[in-house]
């Protein structure tokens, strides 16, 4: 099968196209024929060696998470799926999913039906992005309808979603991105969600009242940061996103009832996945870039 490996740590240049040998599901898992996989962040962190490089091993790998396609085969005790039902997730994070490739192999319990009103390249764009804004503001914050969120990094791809799923729960949303610091003079939010990182992650702690919650997404937190968080009252977590096909489930819902709604910015063909990381790493991407690996 054709699949984009991670030949060494370095720069888009590294990730080759080749031939490998197709994966067998075992017991409890699927095999999926790919359809598309979308890029995110933490693909190109992976490829240069940082990001969940310790977790994926040495090169050479095949990368990515995301994905959508339509179920090939199953291995034993897998109840979830019949085979050619339409499927999506990002399995086996922080640990190498493969999702660059021909065909994947996952656990079912970590892939769901994917939305029906989304076509395939929506739908490959949708889990690492939405799982973090869900387990982030839904599960880990549990915002509710009066809630007040701040998003720094609305336009990337868990902003423009985490904007939607906080609305969906009837909170009041701020949106705001790095060339809107000054929007970070805002106070007395409940939440404030960071997918920014760097010197903002400091800044949102004075948006947030007594006993808000800092989500530091994207850089995680200082110890100087959360000890000034602590001082303050301030809680702070830092998310790292799992797989979970039951929120995918919910999150299906929610597309299907046009309460959510993922943008696409760039569809690539699988073969140049390195121009996607190049276009991702120059920054401006409003949304999410998708590999197009075949046709339904």
């Given at each position: 099968?054709?699949?984009?490996?991670?030949?060494r740590?370095?720069?888009?240049?590294?990730?080759?196209?080749?031939?490998?040998?197709?994966?067998?599901?075992?017991?409890?898992?699927?095999?999926?024929?790919?359809?598309?996989?979308?890029?995110?962040?933490?693909?190109?962190?992976?490829?240069?060696?940082?990001?969940?490089?310790?977790?994926?091993?040495?090169?050479?790998?095949?990368?990515?998470?995301?994905?959508?396609?339509?179920?090939?085969?199953?291995?034993?005790?897998?109840?979830?799926?019949?085979?050619?039902?339409?499927?999506?997730?990002?399995?086996?994070?922080?640990?190498?999913?493969?999702?660059y490739?021909?065909?994947?192999?996952?656990?079912?319990?970590?892939?769901?039906?994917?939305?029906?009103?989304?076509?395939?390249?929506?739908?490959?764009?949708?889990?690492?992005?939405?799982?973090?804004?869900?387990?982030?503001?839904?599960?880990?914050?549990?915002?509710?309808?009066g809630?007040?969120?701040?998003?720094?990094?609305?336009?990337?791809?868990?902003?423009?979603?985490?904007?939607?799923?906080?609305?969906?729960q009837?909170?009041?949303?701020?949106?705001?991105?790095?060339?809107?610091?000054?929007?970070?003079?805002a106070?007395?939010?409940?939440?404030?969600?960071?997918?920014?990182?760097?010197?903002?992650t400091?800044?949102?702690?004075?948006?947030?009242?007594?006993?808000?919650?800092?989500?530091?997404?994207?850089?995680?937190?200082?110890?100087?940061?959360?000890?000034?968080a602590?001082?303050?009252?301030?809680?702070?977590?830092?998310?790292?996103?799992?797989?979970?096909?039951h929120?995918?489930?919910?999150?299906?819902?929610?597309?299907?009832?046009?309460?959510?709604?993922?943008?696409?910015?760039?569809?690539?063909?699988?073969?140049?996945?390195?121009?996607?990381?190049?276009?991702?790493?120059?920054?401006?991407?409003?949304?999410?870039?998708?590999?197009?690996?075949?046709?339904?």
């Amino acid at each position: 099968m054709r699949a984009v490996e991670v030949t060494r740590f370095g720069g888009p240049e590294v990730l080759r196209t080749a031939q490998v040998e197709p994966p067998s599901p075992i017991s409890t898992e699927v095999m999926v024929r790919v359809l598309a996989a979308s890029v995110n962040p933490v693909d190109c962190k992976t490829r240069r060696g940082t990001g969940v490089s310790r977790w994926v091993g040495p090169p050479p790998f095949i990368a990515g998470w995301d994905v959508a396609g339509v179920v090939e085969s199953m291995g034993y005790g897998v109840t979830r799926f019949a085979v050619g039902d339409l499927v999506y997730g990002m399995p086996r994070f922080p640990r190498a999913a493969g999702a660059y490739a021909e065909y994947v192999t996952a656990p079912s319990r970590q892939l769901a039906l994917a939305p029906r009103t989304a076509s395939h390249i929506e739908a490959a764009a949708l889990p690492l992005a939405a799982l973090t804004a869900w387990q982030s503001l839904i599960e880990a914050a549990r915002v509710t309808s009066g809630s007040t969120v701040l998003v720094h990094g609305m336009s990337g791809g868990v902003g423009h979603v985490a904007v939607q799923l906080a609305r969906a729960q009837g909170a009041a949303v701020l949106m705001t991105n790095r060339n809107t610091r000054e929007a970070l003079s805002a106070r007395d939010f409940d939440v404030a969600l960071d997918l920014v990182g760097g010197d903002d992650t400091r800044s949102l702690l004075d948006t947030l009242h007594e006993g808000g919650l800092l989500l530091a997404v994207a850089d995680g937190a200082s110890d100087e940061v959360k000890a000034e968080a602590s001082e303050r009252g301030v809680r702070v977590l830092e998310p790292l996103v799992e797989p979970d096909g039951h929120a995918l489930q919910e999150i299906a819902a929610l597309v299907d009832s046009g309460a959510v709604k993922v943008m696409i910015d760039e569809v690539y063909p699988l073969e140049q996945a390195a121009a996607a990381h190049e276009r991702l790493e120059r920054g401006g991407v409003r949304g999410k870039l998708v590999l197009e690996v075949n046709r339904r």
